[in-house]
């Protein structure tokens, strides 16, 4: 009698394409709606590995992730660093209307009424209400002091603990979007969007910077 294998559905196969991405620190990127593939070999889903940006939404497809339909393990992938690459070429040709939706307030959550939508140069960010202290600022310090809450008070003297639980509570909820300005702010976010910018340029003979 033949055994049934086991096998694991397209959401579960997402989750966990999107804990590859965070694993591997590709934290801006999100997941798309998996394809099922089969070979004579093995059936995987094949999982889109998407760019994209708050308020505007998918800006393209960056590489794929391959999980074992069988097992959920994660067995290909397209590489990091092309990833990075195909990343930057999407931001340089739509930098333009990026630019133009982060400049629109997304809707606030209900759910978290001590969150709202605070706008800067770059655009709209969550913060704390009252303080102007953004999220990813908190959900940072948090992981710098192993969740010690009287250090992050230390660190950042005008706030209180209700309001640092409110911000770690709303990254709860939106952990890609607080994910995505956290890597949007780092160097490795800076740095492949400043590689593919020069090499573009470069490729066009010019040497004017980007304004990132």
């Known amino acids: 009698m033949a055994i049934a294998l086991k096998t694991i559905s397209a959401h579960v196969a997402q989750e966990r394409a999107q804990e590859f991405l965070r694993e591997n620190e590709l934290t801006r990127f999100s997941v798309g709606a998996p394809r099922r593939m089969v070979s004579a070999l093995r059936s995987v889903w094949s999982v889109p590995i998407e760019l994209r940006y708050p308020n505007y939404g998918s800006v393209g497809e960056v ?13 290909a992938w397209t590489p990091r660093e092309e990833m990075l690459t195909n990343a930057g070429e999407l931001y340089s040709e739509q930098h333009e209307q990026i630019s133009k939706t982060r400049h629109v307030a997304p809707p606030e959550d ?37 969740g010690n809450i009287e250090r992050i008070l230390e660190a950042v ?28 702010n780092g160097s490795d976010y800076l740095e492949y969007v400043m590689r593919e910018w020069e090499r573009r340029q470069s490729k066009a003979g010019t040497s004017t910077e980007p304004n990132a």
Not at 114 to 139: D, F, K, S
């Open 63 to 75: 590489g794929v992730i391959a999980v074992d339909e069988e097992t959920g393990n994660v067995v």
């Open 110 to 146: 209900p759910r978290h009424p001590l969150i709202y939508q605070r706008e800067g140069a770059a655009g709209y960010e969550p913060a704390i209400r009252g303080t102007g202290v953004r999220v990813r600022a908190i959900v940072q310090y948090n992981q710098l002091y192993d």
């Open 157 to 184: 003297r005008h706030i209180s603990t209700e309001q640092v639980r409110a911000a770690l509570a709303y990254h709860a909820d939106h952990t890609d979007e607080i994910d995505f300005f956290i890597a949007e």
